[in-house]
């Protein structure tokens, strides 16, 4: 952990009552910002906060999808704490998604999207990763139309799940939504970084950007 971070939960003071989508205002219980190491060198990035995620206020929630990623964390060895704990003790890692805010029954608009860009940009800009994950298929089409020299609408991330690619200063590792996820892909992403990213010295594999 950073050494001048005292707060896993949005460390970066970001607004927490945030009004750019009146739409979603209206429907949320919790802005979601990021949570976790503001040091962290993996990224992983969401599409949205889920349904735990807006009742707790903090990214992959209490609900099956939220255990999966921590559990899958954990085995990395980047989540210290159960994954049945929703405030994690995290090391080298931070979690955030593209969207801050939920709507139970429809997906963020493209508006919508455009309105958080700046919060997404501003953390990467500070966190400055080498990894990220995108996680789901918005996900990785808004960080690849915006990190990579290939258009977003040539990625499916169930064919890219549990690969690298080369990013723009970092590289993506790609997961599938974590509820759509199978046993087996789950087991091939662990594989992935495991062999591919931590058993080599990623950080050597570009150039770091300063912070």
Do not use: W
Request: hydrophobic share 35%.
């Amino acid at each position: 952990m950073d050494a001048a971070q005292t707060e896993f939960e949005n460390p970066f003071g970001m607004d927490a009552d945030c009004q750019n989508c009146p739409a979603l205002c209206a429907e949320r219980s919790n802005v979601v910002h990021g949570y976790g190491d503001v040091g962290g060198e993996f990224l992983v990035v969401g599409e949205a906060p889920s349904a735990g995620a807006d009742a707790t206020g903090i990214p992959f929630g209490d609900d099956a999808g939220g255990r999966r990623i921590r559990s899958i964390f954990r085995e990395l060895g980047f989540v210290r704490s159960s994954p049945e704990t929703v405030a994690m003790d995290v090391q080298n890692v931070f979690f955030t998604s593209v969207t801050r805010c939920r709507h139970p029954d429809r997906p963020a608009t493209d508006a919508e999207v455009a309105n958080c860009e700046p919060y997404l940009d501003a953390e990467i800009r500070m966190i400055n990763p080498q990894i990220i994950v995108p996680v789901g298929q918005r996900a990785l089409e808004a960080l690849a139309f915006e990190y990579t020299t290939r258009s977003s609408d040539s990625f499916d991330v169930a064919a890219e799940h549990a690969t690298t690619i080369r990013g723009r200063g970092f590289e993506l590792v790609p997961m599938r939504d974590p509820e759509a996820m199978s046993d087996a892909e789950e087991r091939a992403f662990l594989e992935h970084v495991r062999e591919n990213v931590l058993a080599r010295d990623y950080r050597q594999t570009k150039g770091r950007r300063s912070r």
